[in-house]
């Protein structure tokens, strides 16, 4: 249903307060402007009327944001719509937003200030026929029927996912639900070598609480042999029990009654966090509480898969296709993949990006509805058949889903190799992406250990290593490691782990958000010699004691002062020349960005004792403007320095110098000095 603010618009009845039109072709309306509701309680009473669009904008606000909107004038209270030609072609897209200035002022999130609907004609919504993904099609009534519908289908159609049906191999501890779906649940431990190898074993995915009712310990491992009564376990492990016996799946691992928690003797939990891949890749499915904060909501929720399901209208868009003939189009939120999974509480957890990748299949209980995923196939119970790709989908195609060596395979197929040596596959240029784009999510996800930072992506790191067949360099891959230095922080929420987990060069000594940096080592201006490593274990893919990198380069000094008329941003100076121009007051130099890895007031102590230097690393000059990245570097004694910062130089004639090898480098501290070449020899930790 939509409101009659929103069904004028789109359906023509509304003339736009502007337009725009195409360069090309004057003639082409691009984007239409409207006026939309003036005022909260408009919106609101369109939300009480049940209006898709202004619903979802609406649910977007605290209860306290919209009770401080309401105290204003309703006519500070501005909404605006635009209908827009999609990047998909015979798309249309549709969005209502509140002023710019409303939601600054009441603390309302950029991203959700607006809400944006797809139209895309029914009959693209699906390119190939998919009726036969679950048994109707269709939305099932009975939730355990839709769960049993994608597991026939899957396990009896999809061969990467079905590939050894049963475990074939099992945890050192799983929980004993008994073997009949009929017997009573009486939770007890068993070693997984003495399980039958034609059994299966589900997997439980799940947000930490402080609530959290029962650990193994030393302390608790003998009461957990005993068998733990149904009734004392945390609801979401109940929920996790009983659906995997009605599944006939009799064994369940949970990492908080199946791995040793204690704090005072990590062994345990080290050996078996080395084999979460292990763990994960075979089991039979991981349940996934997604729409949990905490284990004492349990599972399942009652479902609205109805209110999230697209809806379908004739309308005619004449406006950009000057054509009065309808077409049957469906319109879908933009955000629904977003907000029924990806940002749920569960998925903000960085363990949890490992469980779901690895899994064979993960089966999601959502807050609105059941989702499903596996290798072949993203659904939910608004859309049973395989969630509309337009939904989903980066433009680059590295969808985050469980991993298999098929997928990745079909993935690979538009994969670009010129750039790269002869002889790399497609699916090796797929697969050292798609890890870039793992690492950008992990990135923003949550560990309530920092230490866990390594150890928690060591599972993926060893499925994606005999894809990429390369040597792993701490979040990193040895062939492309020139070029993956050069990753930058995103965004003012960062900070450096105050106890050593990873070298300064790593992304992964930083707790924030991170932009990773693509192969192919192009452009670049340095060389990796060496690099050294000392684990914590003999897990190559887990935590590190400590380690170095031995680089080439051509090194300079540096200084870096707040700008004084823009103290977001620095003014650089190498070799004592200025590399940033001289700005008008309020303006901003974007020819020149600095990064810091993490903020510090200043760095007067630094130029004091002549300890900033920066090392020219990579030129670009496609597609962007001729520009050199550097990394701003800080010496800490004899030839070792540790990693400050990445920056941009957008290149000049008077910025040349850049490149250029001086007078004063042979003085510059380093390992080693090559007075023919200029370079620099150093160690980076």
């Given at each position: 249903m939509l409101c009659s603010c929103c069904e004028d618009i789109i359906h023509g009845k509304t003339r736009p307060l502007s337009v725009d039109l195409d360069l090309e072709r004057t003639d082409n309306v691009t984007f239409a402007y409207f006026d939309h509701h003036a005022s909260l309680i408009q919106l609101e009473q369109a939300f009480s009327e049940g209006c898709l669009v202004c619903s979802t904008l609406l649910e977007q606000i605290t209860d306290d944001q919209r009770d401080e909107n309401n105290r204003r004038d309703p006519r500070e209270i501005r909404l605006s719509a635009n209908l827009g030609k999609g990047s998909t072609p015979n798309t249309i897209n549709f969005e209502v937003s509140f002023d710019p200035d409303i939601f600054i002022e009441s603390g309302i999130d950029e991203m959700l200030s607006s809400s944006i609907m797809l139209f895309q004609p029914v009959i693209e919504l699906y390119p190939h026929s998919r009726k036969d993904l679950t048994t109707e099609g269709a939305m099932l009534d009975d939730p355990e029927n839709q769960?049993?519908?994608?597991?026939?289908?899957?396990?009896?159609?999809?061969?990467?996912?079905?590939?050894?049906?049963?475990?074939?191999?099992?945890?050192?501890?799983?929980?004993?639900?008994?073997?009949?779906?009929?017997?009573?649940?009486?939770?007890?431990?068993?070693?997984?070598?003495?399980?039958?190898?034609?059994?299966?074993?589900?997997?439980?995915?799940?947000?930490?609480?402080?609530?959290?009712?029962?650990?193994?310990?030393?302390?608790?491992?003998?009461?957990?042999?005993?068998?733990?009564?149904?009734?004392?376990?945390?609801?979401?492990?109940?929920?996790?029990?009983?659906?995997?016996?009605?599944?006939?799946?009799?064994?369940l691992w949970i990492d908080s009654l199946c791995i040793f928690q204690d704090v005072d003797d990590r062994s345990d939990w080290n050996r078996e966090a080395g084999m979460m891949n292990m763990v994960y890749e075979h089991a039979y499915c991981n349940l996934a509480a997604t729409g949990s904060e905490r284990s004492s909501e349990g599972l399942v929720f009652d479902r609205k898969p109805e209110i999230v399901c697209h809806q379908e209208f004739d309308l005619t868009f004449e406006l950009f296709s000057k054509s009065s003939e309808a077409r049957r189009y469906a319109m879908l939120d933009k955000y629904y993949w977003e907000k029924e999974l990806i940002w749920r509480p569960l998925n903000r957890r960085g363990w949890v990006l490992q469980e779901r990748l690895l899994a064979r299949r993960v089966l999601h209980f959502g807050r609105n509805q059941l989702i499903w995923e596996c290798p072949e196939l993203t659904a939910t119970e608004s859309y049973p058949r395989g969630v509309p790709s337009l939904l989903f989908e980066f433009d680059d195609g590295l969808n985050l889903k469980p991993l298999s060596l098929e997928t990745l395979e079909m993935g690979s197929q538009h994969s670009d190799t010129a750039k790269y040596p002869y002889g790399v596959t497609k699916l090796e240029v797929y697969s050292r992406n798609l890890w870039l784009r793992i690492v950008e999510t992990y990135s923003n996800c949550q560990l309530t250990n920092g230490d866990d930072k390594l150890i928690a992506i060591a599972g993926i790191a060893k499925r994606m290593r005999t894809y990429i067949k390369d040597d792993y360099v701490v979040g990193m891959w040895r062939q492309y490691l020139a070029s993956e230095l050069l990753w930058v922080v995103r965004d003012h929420r960062r900070t450096r782990a105050k106890q050593y987990r990873a070298p300064s060069f790593s992304w992964a000594s930083i707790d924030g958000p991170i932009l990773p940096s693509y192969p192919p080592n192009q452009g670049m201006l340095f060389t990796v010699e060496d690099v050294h490593l000392d684990y914590q274990t003999n897990d190559d893919t887990g935590p590190v004691k400590s380690g170095h990198i031995i680089l080439t380069g051509v090194l300079k000094e540096l200084r870096l002062r707040r700008n004084p008329d823009a103290q977001a941003s620095w003014i650089q100076e190498v070799n004592g020349r200025n590399v940033t121009k001289q700005l008008a007051a309020g303006?901003?130099?974007?020819?020149?960005?600095?990064?810091?890895?993490?903020?510090?007031?200043?760095?007067?102590?630094?130029?004091?004792?002549?300890?900033?230097?920066?090392?020219?690393?990579?030129?670009?000059?496609?597609?962007?403007?001729?520009?050199?990245?550097?990394?701003?570097?800080?010496?800490?004694?004899?030839?070792?320095?540790?990693?400050?910062?990445?920056?941009?130089?957008?290149?000049?004639?008077?910025?040349?110098?850049?490149?250029?090898?001086?007078?004063?480098?042979?003085?510059?501290?380093?390992?080693?000095?090559?007075?023919?070449?200029?370079?620099?020899?150093?160690?980076?930790?």
């Open positions: 769960i049993l519908a994608w597991l026939k289908f899957c396990s009896n159609n999809h061969q990467g996912c079905s590939r050894g049906n049963s475990a074939e191999w099992f945890p050192t501890r799983l929980l004993d639900l008994g073997d009949t779906p009929a017997s009573p649940i009486n939770v007890r431990p068993v070693d997984g070598r003495v399980v039958e190898a034609d059994e299966k074993y589900n997997t439980l995915s799940h947000r930490w609480w402080r609530a959290d009712y029962f650990q193994l310990t030393k302390a608790t491992s003998g009461e957990l042999k005993d068998g733990i009564p149904f009734s004392v376990i945390p609801p979401v492990y109940r929920d996790a029990m009983t659906i995997s016996k009605r599944l006939s799946i009799r064994y303006e901003a130099d974007e020819s020149l960005e600095v990064y810091l890895d993490v903020d510090q007031p200043d760095f007067k102590a630094e130029i004091e004792q002549t300890s900033l230097y920066c090392m020219p690393a990579r030129r670009m000059k496609s597609p962007s403007p001729d520009c050199v990245q550097c990394l701003l570097l800080k010496h800490l004694d004899s030839g070792i320095f540790s990693r400050l910062s990445l920056s941009t130089i957008s290149m000049s004639d008077d910025r040349a110098f850049i490149l250029e090898h001086h007078v004063n480098a042979p003085s510059i501290p380093c390992k080693s000095y090559n007075d023919q070449t200029g370079d620099h020899t150093f160690h980076l930790i």
